[in-house]
């Protein structure tokens, strides 16, 4: 999935509109965008929107937290079409477990702080049902006592790592907080493409088409994955030298065929696979 589009739980009406904008996933967010003074609201509002069969994604409140543990409460009670919930401020392994085993539902955990990017391989493989991992800059940012940006170039590396070691999907991207600055959003996105993230969270649907843009790959590497998968039935060695000279072997052919998965050419990775 590309785009996760977080709307505030207590919010019907921008619930509605975020289920319609086109965004690959929705999250009901009854954490950071509620005040609270609402998460009761907020919790209600939510629960009647999954029991509609209202497919989406919930970010809990901090799952140790009197807010946190009524939100499990409610979601267990009546999940609803409860798709998965994102858990904030994740830094205990065994606290996910918990979380996984009420709910029964996918599992991702948001590294927040330096204890969680610390443990961000034992979360990654916490429980079956973790599903992703991702990082929560801004948090992240305040708790390394650093201003994001380049500083952050450590734990945005050490997620990705640790995403990948547990088989987990590549994680994706923080929110893009400057909802005006499209140019700024695509070009951040692409640079997290090539770094190891795949998507985005957004905070307005303005930003969906952009990230769905910029997770696309570059057209010259559609190009030369689509031709090295094509080269595939052609040479019956575990290795070889390419008509440019590269060397190719398995593991640049299963980038070729992800590159081309993400791309969208489907039938073009089956036909890889059973070359």
């Not at 809990?60 to 798709?83: C, I, R, V």
């Not at 040479?235 to 008509?243: F, K």
């Amino acid at each position: 999935m590309r785009s996760w589009l977080y709307v505030p739980g207590d919010r019907p009406e921008r619930i509605g509109k975020a289920l319609a904008a086109g965004a690959d996933a929705v999250i009901l967010d009854l954490e950071d965008a509620v005040a609270p003074s609402a998460k009761d609201e907020a919790r209600r509002t939510v629960v009647d929107t999954l029991a509609r069969g209202e497919r989406a994604f919930v970010r809990l409140n901090a799952s140790d937290s009197p807010h946190g543990m009524a939100d499990l409460t409610a979601l267990a009670a009546d999940p609803g079409a409860l798709a998965g919930v994102r858990v904030p401020k994740c830094e205990d392994p065994d606290e996910l477990r918990r979380v996984a085993d009420t709910l029964g539902v996918a599992v991702y955990p948001v590294l927040e702080s330096a204890l969680g990017v610390e443990h961000a391989y034992a979360l990654a493989t916490a429980h079956p049902l973790v599903a992703g991992i991702s990082l929560g800059e801004a948090d992240l940012a305040a708790d390394l006592r650093v201003a994001g940006g380049e500083a952050l170039a450590w734990p945005r590396s050490r997620v990705v790592v640790a995403a990948r070691a547990a088989g987990l999907p590549s994680p994706v991207q923080s929110v893009w907080t400057a909802v005006r600055d499209l140019d700024g959003l695509r070009a951040d996105t692409e640079a997290g493409r090539r770094a190891g993230f795949f998507g985005r969270s957004v905070i307005h649907p303005a930003q969906i088409s952009v990230v769905h843009e910029a997770s696309a790959p570059d057209a010259e590497d559609v190009e030369w994955a689509r031709s090295l998968v094509d080269a595939v039935s052609e040479n019956g060695t575990a290795a070889w030298i390419d008509q440019s000279g590269s060397f190719v072997d398995k593991a640049i052919v299963e980038r070729a065929l992800w590159l081309l998965s993400i791309a969208g050419e489907d039938q073009h990775v089956k036909e890889g696979h059973t070359s």
